[in-house]
């Protein structure tokens, strides 16, 4: 019996003194209740075997969760005009920017910004940039009349 109350005592000094590891080699923390992602990570630290935390995709980073449960989309890219894919899997240029995301901190854009006018789909690796549609430019009319007779 005594046995068990030193390890009792012994768990309780390390979680107070931060000395306890998380099972979760993705995860830090000072206790099994506070074992949260590290930054890079995305998800639930199990603390059992295995991981609940995931790797950010390619080409993104996460900042040390500070929650449980943190989600992929705290996963950001490098790139600034960049966005997670929507199946999570990659970075992709955003609407109205083509090629290929920086895929390491710092550094230029890789995504090259469509022409004043031009759009293109997120996602565009090669310049797919055309002129508004005749619909596009009619609900840019549209939009700019409602601000005016709203201001008025």
């Known amino acids: 019996m005594r046995i068990q109350y030193l390890l009792i005592a012994l ?3 390390a979680s107070v003194y931060g000395q306890f ?3 979760d080699a993705h995860a830090s923390g000072s ?3 506070t074992c949260y992602c590290m930054a890079g990570y995305y998800g639930t630290s199990t603390d059992a075997s295995g991981s609940g935390c995931a790797a950010c995709p390619p080409g993104s980073n996460s900042q040390a969760a500070t929650a449980t449960g943190t989600l992929v989309s705290s996963c950001t890219c490098y790139d600034s005009n960049a966005q997670l894919k929507s199946d999570n899997s990659a970075c992709q240029c955003m609407a ?4 290929t995301p920086n895929s390491t901190s710092g550094g230029t854009s890789g995504c090259t910004a469509c022409s004043n006018g031009q759009t293109a789909p997120a996602g565009s690796s090669t ?3 055309a002129a508004a549609t005749t619909s596009t430019k009619i609900l840019s009319l549209i939009a700019l009349f409602l601000l005016l007779a709203i201001l008025i």
């Open 11 to 13: 768990a309780i000094t």
């Open 21 to 23: 590891t998380c099972s």
């Open 31 to 33: 206790s099994a209740a």
């Open 96 to 99: 109205n920017f083509y090629g």
């Open 127 to 129: 310049n797919v940039c």
